[in-house]
């Protein structure tokens, strides 16, 4: 215990160093050029460990683990001080400079204006980007689709207008400038997030970066307390290092051959659509030295076709019949079963040629201390996961309902398979997508296949891996739908874990413009109950029945903060409690909010907005260049600030 307790508060530590950090670049005692400068160097490692690092050694400039040190050919020197960072899983990570570091120099070539240019350009086409710098012909295309560079530009500034306009179209909006103007028209926090990016993946390229210029973050982020500057701070700098990095890894692949994106050499019938699922995202692992993703992808799909061999008449057949999915679901899916024995999987793969290394970091083996392997799943049934071109990238496996161990295990992160952004059924599910059903997140793959079996017409399901839903599943949900028309629904369990994750779930979904949505099924039950015929009809209504999953939240907050509402001071907290969530909301969404939460308070509309007012801070740090759709056509009500004569009853305000 007191070991955990020593690592909770090292953690705590890290954390406060990091808000310290924030807090300096909030305000303008850290130079926005100086972080992004730091930014460049240690940005895979997210924006948290962007401060950590230089904030430990100022000078760092290239930082990796003790292992990764010696897989690059170089050796940690004895004696020299670990940099401590924060991993994606909440732990912390111990890591080393380069200059702490012995051995063989790593070259870096710089690269031309021209090829800088060329290479991305070539990343826009593969996106399904037009890239106009006068050509002569006529673009035919989507009109949102085109980037127009200025023919007279030069390549360095050609380059930084592409990676900006790049930014844009990586966002889960997805819309680029209109003008194809030097410098963008955008501006605010728009034009400081894909500027901030550009001048990364300049670096990145070695192509100059003197000729960007940034605001002080007070001129974005806001001055008002209430603006919490800070917090648009981290907000923006986490967007700029994930955009940025994706943006740098599909460089990197680009030039390496392992590319997910057609080359340059396909034609446009060839080349297939990319997702943000198939580019890697910042602090994944990366290939060995003598193992590529072509080798990856060969030991995942032979032990697919294993797995799926296992399931013919065993016990993991047998289990999902008795549920409702046929021998005919089955198949469609490719379900699969792994073998029991601990290393029937590993001598069926090295009998076919595939080396132990590949294995490893495929994600289908692990190495004991002892150096012996064995197979990660055993005895499961098999879920496979896709990227966007249908390869499979790794699996999620059930155990029997008798079996030791976890109830679901997920395929560890590799170069091919990312749990923040991987979603079952993406990829089976991309027609419907584009056509007029709504997204569905529910909790597992057994879910996703039932609604996707049962009511194909009203949702197309999808499931996250085991893990709270983020902006890149979100973003890889809008790669195939138009979230601003269609929204999303998610399902939640009626109980307090339900209500639970409705709120985890709103801070990630709040960014879709569309409706969202939730279907709250009754409590014991779950999506997958739609093939059982006693769970049939309540499952199906409550999957119809959707309720604005700002209500829930809402809701939630209010009984939080003011329990039964018996007297006037837990009706008043309730009511400064909603009201800050209620300032987040898009404006068509206000007035409904306040006339809900004066009715469930027993105040008065007018106290209600005003504390709803007073939460929205004049010095907002939201985008406003991207006005919000409004989905009732109707325009909201003037919203005024209270005046100094208000009541004392609404004027204890709480800051949003």
């Not at 064995?374 to 999620?396: A, H, S, Y």
């Not at 006693?534 to 409550?542: C, L, N, P, Q, S």
């Not at 907050?557 to 007297?567: T, V, Y």
Request: hydrophobic fraction near 40%.
């Amino acid at each position: 215990m007191a070991e955990n307790e020593q690592q909770r508060h090292g953690i705590d530590v890290l954390h406060g160093i990091t808000d310290h950090m924030v807090a300096r670049l909030a305000g303008g005692h850290l130079p926005w050029d100086e972080w992004l400068e730091q930014a460049s160097c240690h940005g895979r490692y997210g924006f948290t460990n962007t401060l950590l690092i230089p904030a430990q050694r100022p000078t760092a400039t290239d930082v990796r683990s003790y292992d990764a040190w010696q897989k690059r050919g170089r050796q940690v020197r004895r004696g020299e001080t670990g940099i401590r960072i924060i991993s994606t899983r909440g732990r912390a990570r111990t890591v080393f400079d380069i200059d702490q570091t012995d051995g063989e120099a790593i070259a870096r070539e710089p690269t031309s204006p021209s090829e800088g240019l060329h290479r991305l350009s070539r990343l826009a086409s593969d996106l399904g980007l037009y890239v106009d710098r006068g050509q002569g012909w006529t673009y035919l295309g989507e009109p949102g689709r085109r980037i127009h560079l200025p023919a007279e530009l030069d390549d360095t500034t050609a380059a930084s207008l592409l990676a900006h306009q790049l930014a844009h179209a990586l966002r889960t909006s997805g819309r680029i400038d209109d003008a194809g103007t030097y410098p963008a028209p955008c501006h605010g926090v728009r034009r400081v997030l894909a500027d901030s990016v550009a001048c990364i993946v300049l670096a990145e390229l070695a192509m100059p970066v003197s000729h960007l210029s940034f605001p002080v973050p007070r001129l974005w982020a806001g001055t008002d307390v209430r603006a919490n500057s800070p917090a648009a701070v981290r907000v923006v700098g986490d967007q700029i290092v994930r955009t940025a990095t994706r943006i740098r890894r599909s460089l990197t692949e680009a030039t390496s051959g392992n590319t997910p994106y057609a080359p340059a050499a396909t034609t446009p019938a060839t080349r297939r659509s990319t997702s943000s699922q198939s580019v890697v995202p910042p602090q994944s692992p990366r290939p060995g030295p003598d193992v590529s993703v072509s080798e990856m992808r060969a030991a995942l799909s032979d032990a697919h076709r294993l797995y799926r061999r296992g399931l013919h008449g065993s016990w993991g057949a047998r289990y999902l019949a008795a549920r409702g999915f046929t021998q005919a679901m089955q198949e469609q899916w490719q379900l699969g079963l792994a073998p029991r024995s601990r290393q029937a999987l590993l001598r069926h793969l090295r009998n076919l040629g595939h080396h132990d290394e590949t294995l490893i970091q495929a994600g289908l083996a692990k190495r004991r201390e002892d150096g012996d392997l064995f197979d990660l799943f055993r005895d499961r049934v098999l879920f496979p996961f896709r990227d966007q071109n249908g390869e499979i990238t790794g699996f999620i496996g059930r155990r029997r309902d008798d079996a030791s161990g976890p109830k679901y295990l997920n395929s560890p992160e590799t170069p091919l398979f990312h749990k923040s952004s991987m979603l079952f059924g993406l990829h089976e599910g991309r027609a419907g997508l584009s056509g007029t059903t709504r997204p569905l997140l529910v909790e597992g793959p057994l879910d996703a296949i039932a609604i996707n079996a049962v009511m194909p017409d009203a949702y197309t399901a999808v499931a996250p891996c085991g893990t709270a839903i983020t902006a890149a599943h979100i973003e890889a949900i809008a790669a195939h739908s138009d979230l601003n028309t269609s929204g999303l629904v998610i399902a939640l369990d009626g109980d307090p874990a339900g209500r639970a994750g409705a709120v985890r779930a709103w801070r990630t979904l709040s960014s879709i413009t569309g409706p969202i949505d939730a279907a709250v099924l009754p409590q014991g039950c779950d999506p997958a109950d739609l093939l059982a015929p006693a769970g049939h009809t309540t499952v199906h209504e409550a999957l119809l029945s959707v309720t604005p999953l700002a209500d829930l939240v809402i809701d939630e907050r209010i009984q939080r903060s003011g329990g039964h509402l018996e007297f006037v001071e837990s009706r008043v907290a309730a009511a400064h409690a909603a009201a800050a969530l209620i300032a987040e909301l898009p404006l068509d969404q206000i007035a409904r909010q306040v006339t809900r939460v004066a009715a469930r308070t027993g105040m008065a509309p007018a106290e209600v907005t005003a504390l709803v007012a007073s939460a929205i801070s004049p010095d907002s740090p939201l985008d406003t260049t991207q006005p919000r759709r409004s989905t009732t056509g109707q325009q909201p009500p003037a919203v005024q600030h209270p005046s100094r004569t208000t009541s004392p009853k609404t004027t204890n305000r709480r800051t949003a």
